[in-house]
């Protein structure tokens, strides 16, 4: 079984206008902080200091982030003011008060596109129930390492794009996370250079 894809804060790093720095959001609750930085840290802090709590839960089929906004906070969810308690999606954005920028949610979805390997040759691909081929690519599911086929558009006619028609897998019933050159589910347009 392959590890869960993890959510990630893409926050503005202060440094250059417009550039973002991915901040992983770890498993269990953690804490958002405001300072010079934003930070998220599993390390409770001091009365007063936190903007809020997340936690990467389940809703359903999909995983989400659970914010629990500090009291009297004044969060706002894609640009209206949020409730306190606040379930968060991949493209969400959310402004801190007192913060320098917007952070937009995404997810860590790591390297799971490969070449089939030899044991896999000639097992059935679920969705389209079409045997994997030698030099066939796929795309394992972030969650169970079921492989869906997804292959390139060199391949033409024949072209198999089961990871980019099924929404979720059809093994374990969660998301299929289809990956991006950076590593992550989602990036604001016009910002994949400041990563």
């Given at each position: 079984?392959?590890?869960?894809?993890?959510?990630?804060?893409l926050i503005p790093d202060g440094t250059s206008a417009g550039a973002l720095r991915?901040?992983?959001?770890?498993?269990?609750?953690?804490?958002?902080?405001?300072?010079?930085?934003?930070?998220?840290?599993?390390?409770?802090?001091?009365?007063?200091?936190?903007?809020?709590?997340?936690?990467?839960?389940?809703?359903?089929?999909?995983?989400?982030?659970?914010?629990?906004?500090?009291?009297?906070?004044?969060?706002?969810?894609?640009?209206?003011?949020?409730?306190?308690?606040?379930?968060?999606?991949?493209?969400?954005?959310?402004?801190?008060?007192?913060?320098?920028?917007?952070?937009?949610?995404?997810?860590?979805?790591?390297?799971?596109?490969?070449?089939?390997?030899?044991?896999?040759?000639?097992?059935?691909?679920?969705?389209?129930?079409?045997?994997?081929?030698?030099?066939?690519?796929?795309?394992?599911?972030?969650?169970?390492?079921?492989?869906?086929?997804?292959?390139?558009?060199?391949?033409?006619?024949?072209?198999?794009?089961?990871?980019?028609?099924?929404?979720?897998?059809?093994?374990?019933?969660?998301?299929?996370?289809?990956?991006?050159?950076?590593?992550?589910?989602?990036?604001?347009?016009?910002?994949?250079?400041?990563?």
């Open positions: 079984m392959t590890a869960s894809a993890c959510f990630v804060l991915a901040v992983r959001v770890p498993k269990g609750v953690s804490y958002v902080r405001m300072g010079r930085r934003l930070r998220v840290t599993k390390k409770a802090p001091k009365a007063g200091m936190a903007c809020g709590a997340l936690e990467p839960v389940r809703s359903g089929r999909r995983d989400r982030l659970l914010l629990l906004a500090a009291p009297g906070g004044r969060v706002r969810r894609n640009g209206a003011p949020a409730p306190q308690v606040v379930l968060l999606a991949e493209g969400d954005q959310v402004q801190w008060p007192d913060s320098r920028g917007i952070c937009h949610v995404s997810r860590l979805s790591g390297r799971q596109v490969e070449t089939v390997s030899a044991d896999l040759v000639g097992s059935i691909c679920p969705v389209c129930l079409t045997p994997f081929r030698d030099g066939t690519t796929v795309l394992r599911c972030a969650f169970c390492g079921q492989p869906l086929h997804l292959e390139a558009e060199d391949k033409g006619d024949e072209r198999l794009d089961c990871a980019r028609v099924c929404s979720a897998c059809p093994t374990c019933q969660r998301e299929v996370l289809l990956p991006s050159p950076t590593g992550l589910t989602y990036v604001p347009a016009g910002m994949e250079a400041s990563l």
